[in-house]
């Protein structure tokens, strides 16, 4: 690297590679983030007789790394020539190639394999270590699915992937959704887990699961585009051959445009656009406005889109919405981010762990960001979910449980809003009994479930629930979302002061010694 004569500059790349989500890279590995930084590490390693975990850990990485830049770009880290050329995103890997992925890649699962069975509480950022070892494979198992075979890609999944915590869940996100119908994620948790049960165990294969960020790569969109199977193709409009050349990775959105779009005319002009990017590279898309419209169950339904750029998966999302008209069952994981659903908030109804795309507008409150449709709801989280596994959950995995926290006490308070309180204690009485905080500690997220304790004039429970997250903010006990260590001081304040006002409004009084004014 150059050095970087003007400071600031040096201050800006220092922030952006020093930030909280990658320094614990930095922190973990001698060498990291740079060009060529998986080979470096790969021989630093095997010159080592001693490691430490954290080391085998970051040497796992990058032999995943340095397989994933034999088929890609990898994020602008690849040295030259590394990456395989390809005549075109038909191409397969010849049989060396396939033959060099897969001792990067099973290098890789055998740095995790190694760690798990020497530490199974190793943390990771997906969870414990088995869970990265697991995922590991079912990267394999796609890269294979779109650069080889569907033969070769079997091969990658091996008996007894995945907890059975990670499983049951994995069949409860399935479980929300209708028959024959899309579920957008975006992880590697809500998506590979989904794949294996569907995949091994036969559950649910009529659900098609679209890794959003996936759906920004020319070589996902066509396998799902081709794929056979119980599950439907992949509906979009827009052709893989249009975009073979890299065309429409990213559009303007004038956010002060006052027209309104119809999905149709959108998707028409990326195409016209793509076209001419063929020729001219360097032409940027335009979108005039942020004001959408389409068809969707047969009533028109108008929205505004939040952000102030359109990627190739938004667009390509976009397409699927217009090419079906919501006929086909459309969902996005509960997982998901905020940005992810496009805008589309109010037409969104949970039933379970996933939010259905509907025809229906409803008014948010502030709290919700979508709304439920409640007798869906009620029979997929009450007689169709499987909770037993989450008892038996690693620590590590204790914090997917609130992903069941969300769905369960929206649905609850749909309830209470329409004066059903008996069902309304029964849902909340199922996350007490199946969550319970001896196994799975209290946090935050919990206060929900006591709000709606309150709202049924149960203060009882709504303060015992209330009080363990305090005593859990105060004893560490609440599993972090992140790996950075316990909550700050400052933080547990925070929350503290947020349940002392959710108390206030009902006139409750809570055990707080540490709450300062």
Known sequence: YKSLKDASENINYANQYLDNYAARYYDMSPLYGYIGWDGDLIRYCEEKKEMSDTLVYMQGRAYSSYASGLLNEN????????????????????????????????????CFKILMEKNPDFPTIVGPIQMKHDNEYLTSYLDLMMYSTKEEAAKELPEQLYSPFQLEIASNYLNSCEP??????????????????????????????VNISLLNTVRYIKLLSRHTGEAPQLPVSITTETLEDEQLQYAAVDNNGTDTIPLEKLIRLAQEMATLQKEKPTEIFNVSSPHLRTICGGKTIVWNYPKSYLMRNDLMILDLIDQTHCQMPIYFACTIGDDDYLGLNAYLKSEGLANRLTSEKSSLNEQAIYCVSKDVAFENLINKFQLNAARAAHPLER??????????????????????????????????????????????????????????SDVETGNDILNKIIKNLDQNRIPLYE??????????????ASLKAIADRFEQELIIPDLKK
């Not at 990456?83 to 890649?105: G, K, P």
């Not at 309304?424 to 199946?434: H, P, Q, R, Y």
């Not at 209290?442 to 006591?450: K, N």
């Not at 790996?483 to 503290?496: A, F, H, Q, T, V």
């Open 75 to 110: 994020l602008g880290r690849n040295p030259e020539g590394r990456t395989y050329e390809f005549a075109s995103t038909n191409s397969r890997l010849l049989d060396y190639q396939l033959i060099e992925y897969r001792t990067y890649r099973h290098k890789a699962i055998d």
């Open 180 to 209: 024959n119908s899309i579920l957008f994620t975006n992880g590697d948790n809500d998506t590979y887990p989904l794949i294996y049960v569907q995949q091994k165990h036969g559950i649910r294969p009529d659900v098609l699961v």
């Open 399 to 456: 914090h997917f449980v609130m992903s069941y926290v969300f769905p369960f006490s929206n649905l609850a308070s749909s309830l209470i809003e329409e004066n059903e309180f008996e069902k309304a204690k029964l849902v909340l009485n199922t996350i007490i009994k199946s969550f319970p905080d001896d196994i799975i500690p209290y946090d935050q997220i919990m206060a929900l479930v006591a709000e709606n304790y309150y709202k049924l």
């Open 483 to 496: 790996l950075n260590g316990p909550y700050s001081d400052e933080r547990k304040e925070n929350i503290k």
